[in-house]
């Protein structure tokens, strides 16, 4: 078994010096912010002025509190998310439906998303995400290729989402295949080009629901009655769009992330054997301390001010979610895994207000379902060394990366 569990980034830092510079001139895009680093730079920034800015990307405010991004995310009228939660925009690009809406048009495309992403619907997937897992992780066991990300944190949520929007299993390789290229080439023209392809993957398969109507949920986008009208081409596209791209990166890395911690804390995977009640807050905990999202960005909309800090109409702000998940205001031990919290939802890591995950009790169910099904095999271990995303892809997604692992005593 390697005893190197030790994470790298590509950037070696200079420690406490590096970390307050990166924190002065904070920028979601520098190669230099690793994992490991944008801790530093988030105590750095929970440590200071409570609503600082930075020069970045013609400047924007940073929102690290606890108490603040709450504020932020519940007042959709003072902070909107219409001008994009990516920052700087990409000129051209729509918006993304539902996220970068704001007020009443927010609501109509969200409810959308909630007619398939509710609780009693994800109730309803239980047996199929249970046998999902169970053939992901017999395949791992048996296979040659040892990366957990590739061949179970990504396989799982990939296919769930394939599941609800009824692409149905034939198509689970072309999604399998653009989950793969958008992992590895995040923010770069590949990933534009794999975009392209999962709109024309959608095309082919929305219009075979106009000409053969099923038992699913593209047919029923195809056939909604979007206040008077049905939805355009475009609309149904970015939406698969939305499902496809908010539904697997973001767990597959939170499952990456949770996962690295326990081969690395064997502690905790003797617990959750012997106390598999413990799973739940084991979950929350890995979603507080290691959430895949970092960042979204919002646009002020008339003069205001936040934590004593005055924002003018048009600037911009980022919600900092890692940052808040450990302000030591709002969390005991903050830097602590704990998995008893009193409260273990109280994380920001899926949001908070009318934007909140409309995939939150989804991803729950996949990582709370795995880890059931881990502890009824062998304890995981690591047989390599595991590595984080250099830095935050896209500005907003950090997470394990690659993670070589196998089930002790096999192969
Ligand atoms: C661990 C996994 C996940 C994390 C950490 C996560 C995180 C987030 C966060 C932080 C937001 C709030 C954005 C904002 O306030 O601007 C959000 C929104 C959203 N998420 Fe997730 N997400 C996850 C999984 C999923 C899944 C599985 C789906 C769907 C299949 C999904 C679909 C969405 C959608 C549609 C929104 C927009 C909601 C709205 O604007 O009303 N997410 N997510």
């Known amino acids: 078994?390697?005893?190197?569990?030790?994470?790298?980034s590509d950037t070696k830092m200079d420690g406490d010096v590096d970390a307050e510079r990166?924190?002065?001139?904070?920028?979601?895009?520098?190669?230099?912010?690793?994992?490991?680093?944008?801790?530093?730079?988030?105590?750095?920034l929970l440590a200071g002025c409570p609503v600082a800015k930075t020069a970045a990307h013609d400047g924007f405010a940073l929102v690290t509190r606890y108490a603040d991004v709450v504020e932020v995310e519940k007042d959709c009228t003072r902070f909107s998310s219409a001008q994009g939660v990516i920052h700087p925009p990409h000129p051209g690009r729509d918006p993304s439906i539902p996220i970068e809406f704001d007020g009443p048009a927010h609501i109509a495309y969200r409810k959308l998303f909630m007619e398939v992403l509710s609780a009693p619907r994800v109730r309803g997937i239980v047996p199929y995400?249970?046998?999902l897992t169970e053939r992901v992780l017999d395949a791992f066991a048996e296979g040659t290729d040892d990366d957990f990300v590739q061949k179970v944190a990504v396989q799982i949520p990939v296919r769930a989402v394939g599941r609800l929007l009824g692409f149905g299993e034939a198509a689970n390789e072309q999604l399998q295949a653009?989950?793969?290229?958008?992992?590895?080439?995040?923010?770069?023209?590949?990933?534009?080009?794999?975009?392209?392809?999962?709109?024309?993957?959608?095309?082919?398969?929305?219009?075979?629901?106009?000409?053969?109507?099923?038992?699913?949920?593209?047919?029923?986008?195809v056939q909604t009655d979007f206040g008077g009208r049905p939805l355009t081409e475009?609309?149904?596209?970015?939406?698969?769009?939305?499902?496809?791209?908010?539904?697997?990166?973001?767990?597959?890395?939170?499952?990456?992330?949770?996962?690295?911690?326990?081969?690395?804390?064997?502690?905790?995977?003797?617990r959750m054997r012997s106390d598999p009640a413990s799973i739940e807050g084991?979950?929350?905990?890995?979603?507080?301390?290691?959430?895949p999202v970092h960042t979204m960005f919002r646009t002020v909309t008339a003069p205001?001010?936040?934590h004593d800090t005055s924002l003018a109409e048009g600037e911009r702000l980022v919600l900092l979610y890692a940052a808040a998940n450990r302000d030591p205001e709002q969390f005991e031990d903050a830097e602590t895994f704990r998995p008893d919290r009193a409260n273990p939802r109280q994380h920001l890591a899926f949001g908070i207000g009318p934007h909140y995950c409309a995939g939150a009790t989804l991803a729950r169910a996949e990582i709370r379902i795995l880890l059931e099904a881990?502890?009824?095999r062998p304890p995981l271990e690591l047989v390599g060394t595991p590595r984080h995303l250099p830095r935050l892809m896209m500005g907003q997604m950090m997470g394990v990366d690659h993670l070589p692992l196998r089930f002790q005593g096999e192969h």
Do not use: C, W
Request: overall charge negative.
């Open 374 to 376: 881990l502890i009824a």
């Open 129 to 131: 995400l249970r046998d």
């Open 234 to 270: 475009d609309e149904l596209r970015n939406i698969v769009r939305s499902f496809v791209f908010a539904g697997f990166e973001t767990t597959a890395r939170s499952i990456a992330s949770l996962v690295h911690h326990l081969v690395t804390h064997p502690e905790l995977q003797a």
């Open 1 to 8: 078994m390697y005893s190197d569990t030790k994470m790298y």
């Open 22 to 44: 990166l924190a002065a001139n904070f920028d979601h895009l520098d190669e230099k912010l690793g994992d490991e680093v944008l801790n530093q730079v988030y105590r750095r």
């Open 304 to 306: 205001t001010t936040l």
């Open 282 to 291: 084991i979950v929350e905990e890995g979603l507080r301390l290691f959430p």
């Open 178 to 221: 653009f989950a793969a290229t958008v992992l590895e080439h995040a923010g770069t023209p590949a990933m534009l080009e794999a975009m392209r392809e999962l709109d024309a993957l959608a095309s082919t398969h929305l219009s075979q629901r106009r000409a053969r109507p099923r038992d699913d949920y593209l047919t029923t986008l």
